[in-house]
Nanobody, 121 residues
Framework: QAQLEESGGGSVQAGGSLRLACVLS????????MAWFRQAPGKEREGVAT???????TYTDSVKGRFTISQDNAKNTLYLQMNSLKPEDTAMYYC???????????????WGQGTQVTVSS
């Protein structure tokens, strides 16, 4: 079992930055792969960035060069640094985790409640 809690969302103007954080709470010592997803109103949930078990990062094309995923294993925390934000980045951002690597597919077993990011033009 695992629980995820996101924080760091907010409202910014285009070109601004935000850093999201996701704390993983688990009672097992199993390794987890973690990822960030987002969902805008009326759209499907989209994979944004993820870590593989070997630390390899993957980003969806629309955020490459602007977003950076990182993690602090000592704190069981996943981060998403978002720079040069655009209005089209507006969405609810979710953290996800699983003991299986699902790449950017929304098949992860554990999900947080989400944190809202709003970018105004």
């Amino acid at each position: 079992q695992a629980q995820l809690e996101e924080s760091g969302g907010g409202s910014v103007q285009a070109g601004g930055s935000l850093r999201l954080a996701c704390v993983l709470s688990t009672s097992t010592s199993s390794g987890y792969c973690m990822a960030w997803f987002r969902q805008a109103p009326g759209k499907e949930r989209e994979g944004v960035a993820t870590f593989d078990f070997d630390g390899t990062t993957t980003y969806t094309d629309s955020v490459k060069g602007r977003f950076t995923i990182s993690q602090d294993n000592a704190k069981n925390t996943l981060y998403l640094q978002m720079n040069s934000l655009k209005p089209e980045d507006t969405a609810m951002y979710y953290c996800a985790a699983d003991t299986v690597f699902w790449w950017l597919l929304p098949k992860y077993r554990y999900w947080g409640q989400g944190t809202q990011v709003t970018v105004s033009s």
